[in-house]
């Protein structure tokens, strides 16, 4: 069975358990979603990543808001069984030795997808090749483009030796593992008597790979200089062909993906548009992200559909008759998930936050262009709209990487903002930003606010598992948002979309649009008028929760790029 597996599922950083630090964020999130639904739907799917022993971080946060970083142990025999297959890649002319460890995702029927985690810490490898698989996204260029090599084409002979030789289709999730193509190249190039790469094995090997590209933003389109890639990869022929691999003596992982992909997608509508933008030379399609809805669905949530909307774990769309589900039964199932969080953060950090009040949720990667700081770009306008009689709280999560300067002074400034606000705001940030915490903030606030600067968003995931647990959205007009916002119905816009892009967005006047639509909508709606506030939370889950999830997402993926 495990042996006709004809997609393959390539990504940096799958998460798929809390107490696997195998994921840094929304897109490790996203893959173990999307392998979740492939098992749901029964596609025959392998996933590939890498083991990363020491996990991406954890995070300490000290009473200034400085961002301290430890590596994440984890006792790996714990969740994953060690696989015998064996496989090797060359780097800088070193023969590193591979091996797999497997972790079945099991599907509502029964249906696995294995998950296979490549680790180069064995006894027969130097001492620094054994820690290419230790850290997620550590390290220098040359670590990166180590652990590329691996993932890439590591993860292809690593299928072969598990025995999976009838991949028809190899799906890169982000430009990561875009290496894989020259191993494919390889492949070819072994079969062929004339032992040469020309524009028929080019096309041979397009057939089979799709990509997804995840983001504008540079920071996520992995370069090398042409003189790293030869000292790393060596005199590979599948190199040769430089029109293909390189541009100014550069090799751009995405251009390398979107050149040897029949089939290349953005991860939202909006984000379609602009990929296409950046790339013109190239057909891109768009398959808006989701989630999936069983595993961030609330317990109290849960119960609740099981009461009203049968099979909606095998049918996501049913979510739709969410609009027939008592009010009463609504908000009580909000105000057990609320509970849980509220003790979480009490205990957490002693901030004093109260059930019954109205409770914003902010919890993302920590980097400048989501701008988590946009609440406080006037304080004093910010103070004026909590009263005693309709106060506020915010909670706040998130990780900057290790060497983002300016996501780690973002944290600094909510802390600064947390104290400049004591005794008017309660405001708490949450360390060590995980799977769990995210699945309690998500359900557990009263509403989520995403403050992006557009078009950088693409997508977004964490609104969408806001929406099954009936919590809307205030959100800058970005991403998937610009999809599932209904003005009034499904939550509220930050602005319009007209407003200008990056740099040319005014702060201020989003910061404006954030400030109008607290105090004259939603605080007034929230304390005043519940029963319409509660309208809109079905209307989230009705409208947004039906849709934004990966079982969509899949059955997409199926029709358009792996069986097409």
């Given at each position: 069975m495990d042996r006709e597996r004809s997609i393959a599922y390539f990504s940096m950083e799958i998460g798929l358990e809390t107490g696997m630090p195998t994921y840094a964020g929304g897109l490790g999130v996203l893959a173990g979603d999307t392998v979740r639904s492939a098992a749901d739907l029964k596609v025959p799917m392998a996933a590939v990543t890498l083991l990363h022993r020491k996990g991406y971080f954890y995070q300490k946060i000290d009473p200034n808001g400085v961002q301290k970083e430890e590596p994440e142990e984890w006792v790996v025999e714990d969740f994953l069984h060690e696989t015998k297959a064996r496989a090797s890649v060359n780097i800088e002319g070193r023969?590193?030795?591979?091996?797999?460890?497997?972790?079945?995702?099991?599907?509502?029927?029964?249906?696995?997808?294995?998950?296979?985690?490549?680790?180069?810490?064995?006894?027969?490898?130097?001492?620094?090749?054994?820690?290419?698989t230790h850290f997620l996204y550590g390290g220098d260029l040359r670590y990166r483009i180590c652990q590329e090599v691996i993932l890439g084409i590591g993860g292809v002979k690593m299928l072969r030796s598990l025995g999976h030789h009838n991949i028809k289709r190899f799906h890169m999730n982000e430009g990561h593992a875009a290496f894989l193509t020259v191993e494919l190249l390889e492949e070819h190039l072994r079969r062929d008597p004339k032992n040469t790469i020309d524009a028929h094995a080019?096309?041979?090997?397009?057939?089979?790979?799709?990509?997804?590209?995840?983001?504008?933003?540079?920071?996520?389109?992995?370069?090398?200089?042409?003189?790293?890639?030869?000292?790393?990869?060596?005199?590979?022929?599948?190199?040769?062909?430089?029109?293909?691999?390189?541009?100014?003596?550069?090799?751009?992982?995405?251009?390398?993906?979107?050149?040897?992909?029949?089939?290349?997608?953005?991860?939202?509508?909006?984000?379609?548009?602009?990929?296409?933008?950046?790339?013109?030379?190239?057909?891109?399609?768009?398959?808006?992200?989701?989630?999936?809805?069983?595993?961030?669905?609330?317990?109290?949530?849960?119960?609740?559909?099981?009461?009203?909307?049968?099979?909606?774990?095998?049918?996501?769309?049913?979510?739709?008759?969410?609009?027939?589900?008592?009010?009463?039964?609504?908000?009580?199932?909000?105000?057990?998930?609320?509970?849980e969080l509220m003790q979480y953060v009490n205990h957490e950090t002693n901030t004093g936050m109260d059930t019954d009040v109205l409770t914003l949720g902010f919890a993302r990667r920590a980097a400048a262009y989501k701008r988590a700081d946009l609440l406080f770009h006037d304080i004093e306008r910010l103070q004026k709209l909590a009263s005693k009689r309709t106060p506020i709280q915010v909670i706040y999560a998130g990780k900057a990487h290790p060497q983002d300067q300016a996501g780690k002074d973002l944290i600094r400034k909510i802390y600064q903002a947390g104290d400049a606000l004591k005794g008017n705001i309660k405001i708490a940030y949450l360390q060590n930003y995980d799977m769990e915490l995210g699945r309690m903030i998500t359900a557990g606030v009263d509403l989520w606010l995403n403050t992006p600067e557009p078009p950088l968003e693409a997508s977004g995931t964490s609104g969408m598992k806001a929406a099954l647990n009936g919590v809307p959205s205030l959100s800058i007009l970005d991403g998937w948002w610009i999809e599932g916002h209904v003005e009034g119905v499904t939550g509220w816009a930050i602005g319009e979309t007209d407003d200008g892009e990056g740099k040319n967005r005014d702060r201020a006047k989003d910061a404006k649009s954030l400030y109008d639509k607290l105090e004259k909508i939603v605080i007034p709606m929230f304390y005043r008028h519940r029963d319409r506030f509660i309208g809109i939370m079905l209307h989230s889950i009705a409208l947004n929760g039906s849709f934004f999830n990966t079982q969509r997402m899949m059955q997409q993926y199926v029709l358009r790029a792996y069986f097409h």
């Open positions: 023969t590193v030795q591979l091996r797999a460890w497997r972790y079945d995702v099991v599907g509502m029927s029964g249906f696995k997808v294995p998950v296979y985690f490549l680790d180069a810490d064995l006894p027969e490898n130097t001492e620094a090749d054994r820690t290419f080019i096309e041979e090997v397009r057939k089979h790979c799709v990509f997804t590209t995840h983001t504008p933003v540079p920071a996520g389109h992995d370069q090398f200089p042409m003189s790293l890639v030869e000292k790393v990869l060596g005199r590979q022929p599948a190199l040769e062909m430089k029109e293909v691999f390189y541009s100014d003596h550069t090799l751009n992982m995405t251009n390398l993906a979107l050149n040897l992909s029949h089939y290349v997608n953005g991860v939202a509508k909006k984000h379609g548009e602009i990929s296409r933008e950046m790339f013109p030379a190239y057909t891109i399609d768009s398959i808006t992200n989701g989630v999936h809805v069983a595993t961030w669905t609330s317990k109290p949530f849960q119960e609740l559909f099981d009461r009203f909307i049968a099979g909606w774990r095998e049918d996501n769309f049913s979510l739709r008759y969410a609009l027939g589900i008592p009010k009463a039964d609504v908000w009580k199932a909000h105000s057990e998930t609320k509970h």
